[in-house]
């Protein structure tokens, strides 16, 4: 039997927001859409993340009225799906039940077919509310699973910390620690789970043992997400697909690569050479694609890549004989487990079509890049950016002091900001956390949710001023003041 590979595509959210800072408008929006119903994706990843956000800041336009317009012109030809922070949304902060039944009806109301719901922490009482309601107004409910990575310690700095009598911790996030909580995701109710980086960390190796781990334990489809960044990206969905995963999430062509997850077209060429059936059309698809060129370069004053792909079209365009031959020792690399051949491959495969190289400072630090990249401005607005090196080398024993939170939005910038914070404090000959953010006392506290590793009390009365957990109390959130606007008269 022919086997088959869903794609979800990322390239109206994800994609524009990785790319492009999010700036992608109505307008240009409403020309691709006529194509979008003929490509026949089996999702669309148009909604949440920094959308809604973004698009009333810097745009001006409405968020219901962009789900709703894609729905309109979309039908359900595709799946329409959005990103959501679970207790915390679209927003940075915890929500009471009542805010996010309210909301899940609303967006499956307008339009929305898939909420991907995730949380910072993989803590899974942060996201019930939210797959409750989801599937309760119906909605599928795709629960995401955040990819992170153990901080790394050399040899010398683990054996010095064992002589004084601070041995580090064992690994945490382990295979078995990610499908604990795929488990418990799939027991809530998930229609699907997601193994979502972010960040782009996976290496291939790992995304292949993940997904035969998931696909042999889960009863519901499993989703892979991933990013270019640090330059595993295309290797990695590659180990995914053919280990067995069930949906992938791509950009279209120019939309793709770089800080954005991999090309379509580049997947496309994969299973033609694998026999796996895609149900998609990749004539419709590249009529998207030559006004994605178009709008890129609209964008260009937020296109931080600022270089651009050679064209391709799979259907037309010859793949010389020496790159074609990279598939093929690819694709056979992938089925032996042979990572670092896999990564040569396909790193060579994007070096011929023009997609950005790695992100060597990322990969080596092992962190998000947009984590990266703040903290960075953040030293740059202080005048302090020779601090750098410093800040980045607190980020293992801020993270670590902290329950050891996943690399992911928001935990992310809030342990950047505060090994800033910390970097400082220790310029100026003062113990660190002299000046812990409002943030990071939140997380400290409990707010946030259930960290990985417990947090020692000492370390809480330190921050907080008390040795207690407390988590979100729902009671004290405020209603938003609601004034009536005269001239339009609500």
Not at 52 to 65: A, K, N, T, V
Not at 111 to 121: H, S
Not at 332 to 360: H, S, T, V
Not at 449 to 463: Q, S
Request: aromatic share 8%; glycine share 6%; charged share 25%.
């Amino acid at each position: 039997m022919i086997r088959k590979l869903l794609i979800r595509d990322l390239t109206l959210r994800d994609g524009q927001q990785s790319a492009f800072a999010t700036r992608m408008s109505q307008k240009q929006i409403d020309k691709v859409l006529p194509f979008y119903r003929e490509a026949g994706f089996y999702a669309m990843e148009i909604w949440g993340g920094a959308v809604p956000d973004s698009i009333m800041r810097y745009l001006g336009e409405d968020p219901w009225e962009r789900l709703e317009k894609i729905k309109a012109s979309v039908g359900n030809t595709s799946k329409l799906t959005a990103l959501s922070r679970g207790r915390n949304l679209f927003g940075y902060n915890p929500y009471p039940d009542k805010i996010i039944k309210g909301f899940c009806h609303n967006s499956i109301e307008s339009g929305l077919d898939i909420m991907r719901i995730f949380d910072a922490l993989n803590d899974v009482e942060n996201i019930k509310s939210t797959v409750k309601y989801v599937k309760r107004f119906g909605g599928m409910a795709d629960c995401a699973v955040c990819y992170t990575i153990d901080p790394y310690h050399s040899a010398v700095e683990r054996i010095v910390a064992a002589l004084h009598g601070h041995p580090l911790h064992k690994p945490v996030f382990t295979n078995e620690y990610f499908l604990d909580k795929a488990l418990q995701m799939e027991a809530l109710g998930a229609d699907m789970i997601t193994i979502k980086d972010m960040s782009g960390l996976i290496p291939p190796g790992r995304s292949a043992e993940i997904v035969r781990l998931f696909k042999k334990h889960l009863k519901v489809p499993v989703d892979f997400h991933t990013h270019c960044t640090p330059g595993y990206g295309l290797a990695s969905v590659l180990a995914a697909i053919v280990n067995g995963v069930d949906v992938v999430d791509t950009n279209i062509w120019y939309f793709a690569g770089g800080t954005a997850a991999p090309a379509i077209e580049l997947v496309y060429v994969f299973c033609k050479k694998m026999g796996i059936e895609l149900d998609i059309n990749m004539e419709a698809i590249a009529k998207i694609n030559a006004h994605l060129l178009d709008i890129r370069k609209e964008l260009s004053v937020f296109d931080m890549a600022k270089q651009l792909p050679k064209p391709f079209n799979p259907l037309t365009d010859r793949i010389p004989t020496e790159i074609d031959r990279f598939f093929n020792d690819a694709i056979d690399a992938a089925r032996k487990d042979k990572e670092e051949d896999l990564l040569i491959f396909c790193r060579a495969i994007e070096e011929y079509f023009g997609f950005p190289e790695p992100n060597e400072l990322v990969k080596k630090a092992q962190i998000p890049g947009g984590m990266y990249t703040n903290m960075v401005a953040q030293l740059k607005q202080l005048g302090q950016l020779d601090l750098l090196e410093k800040a980045m080398s607190l980020i293992p024993q801020v993270r670590m002091d902290a329950g050891l939170p996943p690399l992911v939005t928001p935990t992310s910038q809030i342990i950047g900001a505060q090994a800033v914070s910390c970097a400082l404090d220790q310029q100026k000959g003062r113990p660190m956390y002299s000046n812990p953010s409002n943030q990071f006392v939140a997380l400290v506290k409990g707010e946030y949710g259930k960290t990985p590793v417990p947090i020692d009390p000492e370390f809480r009365l330190k921050i907080t001023g008390s040795r207690d957990e407390v988590p979100y109390d729902p009671s004290d959130y405020e209603m938003q003041e609601n004034p009536v606007i005269e001239d339009v008269g609500v």
